[in-house]
C-alpha cells in the first residue's frame, strides 16, 4: 500500500467569492507555493475569523467547547488532515491523542470544523498532495461563475480588499 504524502499548510486567510458571497478559506503551503481554496459555510466562517482575529468573546462557541472537552478529558489535538476531495467536497480528520504512548483516535470532520478546531488548539493542519492536485480542477461552475477548474482565475480576480480581516 502507498503511504500517502502530506503537506503542511498554514491558513493564509478568508475571503468572500465575489460572485456568491460564500466564505473561502485559502491554505497556502508552509515550505512551498501551493495555495487551495476552501468554500465554507458562514457560521464556519465566522468561528475561523474569531480566532484569527483573537476576538474573545463572553461564551464560548462551539469549537472552543468541543476544545475544552478534548482538554477537560486529557486528550489534546495532535494535527488535523485535509485526506480527500470527492464531487468538490473536501474530507478531513482530526487525530487526537490521550496520554503518552497512546494510540491515536481519528474522527471524520468537515474541514472548516476540523481548521477551527486547529486553530483553537495550536495543531498543524495538513493537506495530502492528492487533494492538492485534484483541488486544481475543481469544478467552479456555479461557484463564482467561473470556468471548470478555473480556480486561480477567480482568486486573482479578488483584489487586495478581500483580503485581511473579515468582516461579518
Keep these: 500500500m502507498k503511504e500517502e504524502v502530506y503537506r503542511e499548510m498554514e491558513v493564509k486567510g478568508l475571503t468572500l467569492d465575489p460572485l ?3 466564505p473561502i478559506i485559502l491554505l497556502k503551503e ?3 507555493r501551493q495555495t487551495i481554496p476552501i468554500w465554507i459555510g458562514i457560521l464556519e466562517a465566522s468561528a ?3 480566532e484569527l482575529e483573537k476576538i474573545t468573546l463572553s461564551r464560548p462557541m462551539t469549537h472552543d467547547l468541543l476544545n475544552n472537552i478534548i482538554y477537560t478529558l486529557g486528550a489534546q489535538v495532535i494535527r488535523i488532515e485535509v485526506n480527500d ?7 478531513a480528520t ?9 494510540k ?4 471524520d470532520a468537515r474541514p472548516s470544523d476540523a481548521i477551527a478546531l486547529a486553530l483553537r488548539s495550536d495543531s498543524p493542519i495538513f493537506v495530502s ?3 492538492i492536485e485534484r483541488s486544481r480542477r475543481i469544478d467552479l461552475s456555479g461557484k463564482a461563475g467561473a470556468e471548470k477548474g478555473n480556480w ?3 482568486l486573482e480576480k479578488l483584489s487586495p480588499e478581500h483580503f485581511g480581516k473579515y468582516k461579518m
Excluded: C, W
Aim: glycine share 12%; aromatic share 8%; no cysteine.
Design 20 to 22: 456568491s458571497s460564500m
Design 30 to 32: 508552509v515550505a512551498g
Design 48 to 50: 475561523i475569523a474569531a
Design 85 to 91: 476531495i470527492k464531487d468538490n467536497t473536501f474530507y
Design 94 to 102: 482530526v487525530f487526537l491523542k490521550k496520554g503518552r504512548g497512546k
Design 104 to 107: 491515536e483516535i481519528a474522527v
Design 129 to 131: 498532495k492528492k487533494v
Design 152 to 154: 486561480e482565475g477567480v
